[in-house]
Nanobody
């Protein structure tokens, strides 16, 4: 069974940067075509942040993070990274990584597109 483990969260000052890492272990029952990041702030629903097509490296971003965050992947090791620059207090959330067996292009942004999830890592932005 595949497991995803996020790391890199913590307290970060507004305007600074933080890099999240997600490493997979174990075997997946299906091919992994997309790796993504979601976040959930207190009192809010989980929302899409970014995703990357594993074979081709095509990137997708939520409007709220476009231009500030960069998602990347190590296709060989099924790892994904989220570089978060110029963070703001609105970026405070638990960040989850996930993998999915399908690529639906621009529409690969919903929780239903992903079938394996990590436990999450807390990112808190301070002023």
């Amino acid at each position: 069974q595949v497991q995803l483990v996020e790391s890199g969260g913590g307290l970060v000052q507004a305007g600074h940067s933080v890099r999240l890492t997600c490493i997979t272990s174990g075997r997946t029952s299906s091919a992994v075509y997309v790796m993504g990041w979601f976040r959930q702030a207190p009192g809010k629903e989980r929302e899409f942040v970014a995703a990357v097509n594993v074979p081709a490296g095509i990137e997708l971003y939520a409007d709220a993070v476009k231009g500030r965050f960069t998602v990347s992947r190590d296709a060989k090791n099924l790892s994904t990274f989220l570089q978060m620059n110029n963070v703001t207090p609105e970026d405070t959330a638990v960040y989850y990584c996930a993998t999915g067996p399908y690529w639906r292009g621009y529409y690969t942004t919903t929780s239903d597109d992903f079938d394996h999830w990590g436990q999450g890592t807390q990112v808190t932005i301070t002023t």
